[in-house]
């Protein structure tokens, strides 16, 4: 599982829950998940891998994340990528749920890390390739507007 969401579960605005999580909950979340024995957490510094490992000593109380869904607010999943590859076969094999996932990485910082950048420049087809046909977007389950977000990603991995 993607414990973090592409870091949209790190902030209230842009999680579909409305609300942020801590990194144990997150990790709790996934381990609550049928079939989930050990939830890999992608750490780019040691204070991302210090945050995770606090998941050990934080008390089950504070690993909950029921209150967030017992809350009643609404959770806006329709328009969010969840990268889960149903809007394939692209004509332009692009690998759509990755150029997300890396649009998604970049617009969380101030400036496009230099890491995110290198990954997607090293994908076989980017955002630069997609044709706008639009045939992507009946297959997405959670109403993504596909083209939109090519059309972001050109401008936000622009050379």
């Known amino acids: 599982m993607k414990p973090l969401g592409a870091g949209t579960l790190l902030k209230a605005e842009p999680s579909p829950f409305g609300v942020a999580m801590t990194v144990p909950q997150y990790i709790q979340y996934c381990l609550d998940r049928n079939g989930v ?7 780019h510094t040691v204070d991302e891998v210090l945050e995770a490992a606090k998941y050990y000593d934080t008390p089950a109380k504070e690993r909950s994340y029921a209150h967030i ?6 959770i806006h999943m329709t328009g969010r990528c969840m990268y889960c590859n149903h809007c394939q076969p692209c004509p332009a ?11 998604d990485l970049a617009v969380q ?7 995110v950048a290198q990954h997607y ?19 997405c389950p959670f109403g993504v507007n596909i083209r939109d977000n090519m059309a972001r990603t050109r ?4 050379r």
Not at 37 to 43: R, T
Request: negative net charge; aromatic residues 8%.
């Open 109 to 115: 910082q101030d400036t496009v890390p230099e890491t």
């Open 93 to 103: 094999h692009i690998d759509i749920a990755a150029v997300t996932k890396f649009l």
């Open 121 to 139: 420049w090293s994908l076989s087809a980017t955002a630069d390739d997609c044709l706008m046909c639009g045939r992507c977007e009946p297959n």
């Open 37 to 43: 024995k050990v939830v890999i957490v992608g750490c």
């Open 155 to 158: 401008e936000v991995f622009a």
């Open 69 to 74: 869904f017992s809350a009643g607010n609404t």
